[in-house]
């Protein structure tokens, strides 16, 4: 079974500084994804990673997937308060169809 | 509709109770899934189906669990005998095929008294 590790599982940033969360995934996983959670809100989806060495960007958000190292990152440049979300990323491995999340990071960014 | 749609978005149920929980998936897609999420943390899956074929359902924490996807399109998760630790939030996603990203429901926030 895919099992996800997320880290840092907390993040308080400064306003315009860079900041990175890493997502470690224990068995092959054929795609990555990163989603967005805001209070008592849904899921929105960011990215999905879907090959080896696949650098995704969006606004300030940059993603990427490693696949021989079983890493992915989410990037932050120049952080701002709207980006103030809980982080999950999630992976799916070959032989199953289900996503499996990591614990999230509850990413905080203050002034 | 434009989105995933689940109902009813809050449910209070007496322990002992049975639910039902409802996911409207966006329209043409294949693939649907349910996820349970307690406060702070991730979503843990539950099942998966791929049109009315439920291909996995090793997420469901018991026997009390049920789910269906009768046509192909709108699915139903049954939960009886609520117990309180089956407080939580319920999301259902979909996705085109299993290769496409999922797109989540607003979620179900069911608390057992």
């Known amino acids: 079974e895919l099992k996800v590790e997320q880290n840092p599982l907390f993040l308080s940033m400064q306003e315009e500084k860079n900041y990175t969360i890493y997502c470690n995934y224990s068995?092959?996983?054929?795609?990555l994804y990163w989603y967005r959670q805001d209070p008592g809100k849904s899921l929105e989806s960011l990215f999905v990673?879907?090959?080896?060495?696949a650098v995704k960007q969006e606004g300030r958000l940059m993603a990427s997937l490693d696949t021989k190292a079983r890493l992915s990152t989410l990037h932050i440049t120049a952080a701002v308060h709207d980006l103030s979300a809980t982080y999950f990323c999630a992976g799916t491995s070959y032989n199953n169809n289900d996503m499996r999340f990591g614990a999230g990071t509850r990413l905080t960014v203050k002034p | 509709g434009a989105g995933v749609s689940q109902s009813p978005r809050y449910k209070v149920a007496k322990r002992g109770q049975d639910v039902a929980l409802r996911c409207d998936p966006i329209?043409?897609?294949?693939?649907l899934f349910w996820y349970q999420q307690a406060l702070g943390q991730g979503p843990e899956f539950l099942t998966y189906f791929q049109n009315e074929a439920q291909l996995d359902k090793s997420g469901l924490p018991s026997d009390r669990f049920f789910a269906e996807r009768p046509e192909g399109s709108v699915s139903t998760l049954k939960i009886q005998r609520t117990q309180q630790e089956d407080s939580a939030v319920y999301l259902c996603?979909?996705?085109?095929?299993?290769?496409?990203?999922?797109?989540f429901g607003q979620g179900t926030r069911l608390t057992v008294v």
């Open positions: 329209s043409g897609h294949v693939s």
């Open positions: 996603a979909s996705s085109l095929d299993r290769t496409t990203e999922a797109f």
């Open positions: 068995t092959t996983s054929d795609r």
């Open positions: 990673l879907l090959s080896n060495g």
